[in-house]
């Protein structure tokens, strides 16, 4: 048996070419690696989401947390390993589509228009995102106007200031006027188009808004009633004023 085992060899005994030639070899491998170009990491797109239906058998009914699932992981997207993408670069249809699985699983939820308002709808320097983010609010406003509202208000206050569109701001505003009626609608939500149309010059439209919501009866509130003739007899002033006299 000894005679079959086979003797291991002592580094000592390789001969000296090939040592040589091993360690050019190694020294050649780093060289290229060091010189080379070095690796980067690439962003993944972000892609469709996966089926509202689908999610809702995964998840044995509880669509609650499956829209969860989908918010933290539309919410991380933007850190990958090794990158970090801004949200200016990503789809935002792919977001569009991602933010209404999570409203078809759980209607009630305010999670993804709070995302679409504070996240992807502040990209200060692509106001063409800034709009389809204000869109999409909008439209899903008007499923849900008496819960979603406050989302539309803050898009009226963002077109206004951000995008400087004061017709976009009337128009989201005027939405509120139209649909969110309920009583947990505060006055201030219902009665921003009045002033919104003051603010760009819209003072004769504006007067009769607010002549006609005064006369209304809706306003019960007397301090507020006594703000809005206040603000109604400011108007008429200055459109007193701006008449020209003959």
């Given amino acids: 048996m000894a005679l079959l085992r086979r003797r291991e060899r002592s580094w000592r005994e390789v001969p000296p070419g090939i040592t040589a030639l091993l360690a ?43 829209a969860y699932g989908l918010a933290l992981r539309l919410q991380a997207f933007d850190n990958q390993p090794g990158v970090s993408i801004p949200f200016a670069r990503l789809d935002y249809a792919a977001v569009r589509a991602w933010l209404d699985t999570m409203l078809k699983l759980d209607p009630a939820t305010q999670y993804p228009l709070l995302m679409a308002t504070h996240l992807y709808g502040q990209v200060l320097t692509r106001p063409d995102k800034q709009r389809e983010m204000a869109e999409f609010v909008y439209q899903r406003f008007l499923e849900q106007p008496e819960t979603r509202w406050p989302w539309v208000a803050h898009m009226a206050i963002m077109a206004k200031h951000r995008l400087r569109d004061p017709q976009l701001a009337i128009r989201y505003a005027d939405g509120i006027r139209d649909h969110a009626r309920g009583s947990a609608v505060p006055s201030w939500a219902r009665q921003m188009h009045i002033f919104l ?38 108007m008429e002033s200055v459109g007193k004023s701006s008449t020209p006299t003959k």
């Avoid at 080379?36 to 669509?63: H, I, K, N, W």
Wanted: glycine letters at 8%; zero cysteines.
């Fill in 24 to 66: 050019a070899s190694i020294a050649f491998m780093v060289t290229v690696r060091a010189l080379g170009p070095q690796p980067t990491a690439e962003p993944e797109a972000l892609s469709a989401p996966p089926d509202a239906a689908m999610l809702r058998v995964l998840g044995s009914g509880d669509e609650v947390s499956m």
């Fill in 197 to 234: 149309r003051e603010d760009v010059g819209e003072i004769e439209s504006a007067r009769a808004l607010l002549g006609g919501l005064l006369e209304s009866g809706a306003v019960t509130d007397p301090q507020e009633f006594a703000f809005l003739e206040s603000r109604l007899r400011t």
